[in-house]
């Protein structure tokens, strides 16, 4: 049976806990109360040590204590807000997984196992769309994840003593965010919408080792308009997969006349060498859009990405 513990303490502790973890791993919880205050239990003060760059903190942090010697279908769960908490769990040996429990679109696979527990978003329906109306067919489209923070502490010792013990972890944001700019666009007034897509980026993300896991997939993000002749976006994500060699943006637009355009690019170069990967800026060149008479051709109205209602124009553009 798979023990699913969780420890909330009286102390500083924030209880928010996300319904999706339990109704995905199936979890039955536990909360014993009563043995937080039981003698004989070590007493174990968590600090988060922050980023100083961290302008931005989550609501509150879960945090999964894997002991190293009983099955890896076996933690205990505390809940504290940024600034730490205090905790009684029985003295052993502890793999710690920290991450943040304010998020309503991630996927958590596995959660009670910690060589396999995973986090990623789920897939957006294409089966419908031929492969010839995709820019990449070989991969799937997932939805954005949110803004995730995590951490990992290995073989972490809880002595069996009275002593007040303090454990610091240190979270960092493992989402990374790709800020999408397309100016010089002539014309724009033509467009009616615009979507970015970027292709090899990772599904899922490993959380025993903080590393990035699963096929290579593509992430995607409408756009809005910056001024006349720019657009832009942001895709929050993953990071690349690890076996990819190539990375494009693809570029949807929806034109007044009902033509529909992509826009593709290869970014590999700027993702690679952006000073700094967690934040970094895509800049491309638009193009010129025909110039369309109100009210001519048909309509690209809608609010979905409709990629397989008409044919597109694919159109690869060099930087």
Known sequence: MIRIRHIFSTMGSFIMIPLSVCVISGCRHKDIIDDIGQAGLPLVNVEYDWAPTESFRPDGLANLFYSTHESSQSYWRSDFRPSGGSLRLPADQYNVIAFNNDTENIVFSDIDNFDKFTLSTSEIDISSIPDDQLPFPSQKIYHQPDRIWAALLNNIDIKDSSNFQTIKISPRRITREYHIEMTGIENLESALRYYALISDLSPAFKMSSLTQSGKAASFGNFMQPIDDTAISTTITNFGSNKDSHQQRLAIYMW?????????????????????????????????????????????????????????????????
Do not use: C, H
Request: glycine content about 16%; aromatic content about 6%.
């Open 255 to 319: 034109l007044t006349d009902g033509a529909r355009k992509v826009y593709m690019y290869d970014v590999t170069d700027q993702i690679r060498e952006a000073p700094d990967s967690m934040n970094l800026v895509i800049r491309v060149k638009g193009p010129s859009l025909p110039q369309i008479t109100p009210g001519e051709g048909g309509s690209a109205g809608g609010g979905g990405l409709d990629v397989g209602v008409d044919n597109w124009d694919f159109i690869d553009i060099e930087l």
